[in-house]
């Protein structure tokens, strides 16, 4: 992964599945992709990094289960 390339990182196809919609509107609005996670053995968790001018926003999904 990498802290700030040119273009948007390419996504694991369940994270842009369910997040495909939000990261479009975001991308549209000058947010770049920089890195991204997907965990099948941990529910299904992922996270996207993006960054804009001097700002980053992290999505999160997280279903973490209490035992």
Not at 3 to 11: I, N, Q, S, T, W
Request: aromatic letters at 8%; charged letters at 35%; hydrophobic letters at 35%.
């Amino acid at each position: 992964m990498s802290a700030m390339p040119d273009e948007d990182e390419k996504l694991p196809s369940e994270v842009e599945a369910e997040a495909g919609a939000l990261l479009s509107e975001l991308r549209a609005d000058g947010w770049t992709v920089c890195a991204s996670g997907y965990n099948a053995q941990e529910f299904g968790n992922w996270y996207v990094d993006l960054r804009r001018a001097d700002n980053a926003i992290r999505l999160v999904k997280d279903r973490s289960e209490e035992r």
